[in-house]
């Protein structure tokens, strides 16, 4: 028997056969239950997701003479005749082939004529945003009003290129990506039913290199096993995909924590000698600390899209960063990204990327210091690390006193100014002298707190305090 390729051999057939749609073919079940079938349906969304195939099965069920609960009964002869290609009552056509005006002109005269058997004829358009704008034109009257028995179903993965005009005829159905879990879960049936061995990891590395088309993700599946046999390991998965090993994201989460430098270094060369792309890198990296950030937040691994033995490593992380570090991580990464496309040297970028993220110190917020300082649980030693500052040695200051003899400036000063300072000394309102203020600040702080105010001051951008 000639080897059919595993996106064709399961292919749904019937709609509760479709995967991760179910808001579609919940809503399309029921209209054929209910009787409320449209004159025109359009299904958009990205490639792979099953808009072509819930077309046929909408096609099928509505000539099917047995059909139940709005599911198509796959034995009739309606069934059998397009299931085997031969239904003359059922048309697909080609957007991308017959875009021109004439084979519109030529469609429009066929859709007089009454189906053979069955008891609708409908027209199937893949790709219809291929049509020109002529095409749509023609097509305009007749898709608002097509005889009773014809159906117009339109498939596009590029919706904004269709006329308003003609989304405005008809019913329109957004199929959405489908989830991780639900390709890794097709893929697990097909793999039994096929007596292929594979474990949850190289089912996860597939269904993400898919991206949410469960098409492409049964293509890569044939790939592997044809490459790996039987029996499927993550590590042939990642060679025949030529992907790169998570493990070096956890090496560079792990040498921030213990500021191992050499490793930037040694990953960038892993890269190198594996021929990995750098700014694929990059973005699992970002996509990393990312699951990181969420680990921390959520204090479980609910959201990180990878395989279990993946999550339980992501787990370690709940108390080894602060929110903080992440942030300052994921914002240097996201810069140095749009920096690395426009590198001529991507090796050497990545290695000072690599290094100022290693070298990055923990962070501690204004209240988390200043509760340690009320505790006592931050000793001297710490607050100097932290204020990363050598306490500046004091240097005498010198004010004017505040009783000095006004004999000294009588020259300069004028009448007015002589009235007002001996209006103030009748009050007694002196202002306190600065050098007793500065002496009050000091006597409420130890050696450690005025350090640590210093360095906290100075990273703002402003002066110490104590000079």
Not at 56 to 62: G, V, Y
Not at 385 to 414: D, F, G, M, R, W
């Amino acid at each position: 028997m000639t080897y059919i390729v595993t996106a064709r051999k399961w292919r749904p057939t019937t709609f509760a056969e479709v995967a991760g749609q179910e808001h579609i073919t919940r809503t399309l079940k029921n209209a054929i239950v209910s009787e409320r079938i449209a004159h025109a349906y359009l299904f958009t969304g990205p490639r792979g997701v099953g808009k072509t195939t819930s077309a046929r099965i909408l096609a099928k069920t509505l000539n099917c003479t047995n059909q139940a609960n709005g599911e198509p009964c796959n034995k009739c002869e309606m069934c059998n005749t397009f299931n085997s290609s031969q239904s003359l009552d059922i048309i697909e056509i080609d957007g991308a082939s017959n875009r021109r005006i004439e084979e519109i002109r030529t469609l429009r005269e066929s859709v007089k004529y009454a189906p053979t058997k069955g008891s609708y004829k409908v027209y199937i358009i893949d790709e219809v945003h291929m049509l020109t704008t002529e095409s749509f034109n023609a097509l305009l009257k007749t898709l608002e009003e097509p005889p009773e028995h014809t159906i117009f179903i339109f498939a596009t993965t590029d919706v904004h290129k269709v006329p308003l005009t003609i989304i405005s005829r008809c019913q329109r159905y957004d199929f959405r990506r489908i989830g991780l879990e639900t390709i890794k879960n097709q893929l697990l049936k097909i793999s039994k039913s096929e007596k292929v061995e594979v474990d949850d990891q190289s089912l996860t590395l597939i269904a993400k290199k898919a991206d949410g088309s469960l098409r492409d993700a049964q293509s890569l599946f044939d790939q592997v096993i044809a490459f790996g046999g039987t029996t499927i390991k993550a590590e042939v998965v990642s060679q025949m995909l030529n992907l790169i090993d998570e493990e070096l994201y956890f090496r560079i989460s792990d040498s921030i924590l213990s500021k191992n430098f050499v490793e930037a270094f040694d990953v960038s060369k892993v890269l190198y000698d594996n021929g990995w792309n750098y700014i694929d890198f990059m973005s699992g990296l970002i996509e990393h600390f990312r699951n990181v950030m969420t680990v921390i937040l959520k204090k479980d691994a609910s959201l990180v899209d990878s395989s279990n033995s993946i999550k339980q490593k992501y787990l370690e992380y709940i108390d080894s960063f602060s929110e903080s570090d992440i942030l300052r991580v994921l914002s240097y990464l996201s810069k140095a990204q749009n920096e690395l496309k426009l590198s001529q040297n991507q090796k050497l970028l990545t290695e000072i990327v690599l290094s100022h993220i290693i070298g990055f110190e923990k962070t501690s917020t204004i209240s988390e210091l200043l509760d340690k300082i009320k505790t006592g649980n931050l000793s001297s030693t710490e607050v100097k690390k932290k204020a990363n500052v050598k306490t500046p040695p004091k240097k005498e200051i010198h004010i004017l006193a505040e009783n000095q003899s006004s004999n000294n400036y009588t020259s300069s000063l004028s009448n007015k100014k002589d009235e007002e300072k001996n209006d103030n000394a009748k009050t007694n309102d002196k202002p306190t002298p600065r050098k007793e203020v500065i002496s009050n600040v000091e006597a409420n702080l130890s050696t450690e707190e005025s350090s640590l105010i210093n360095a906290i001051i100075n990273e703002l951008g402003g002066k110490e305090l104590r000079p």
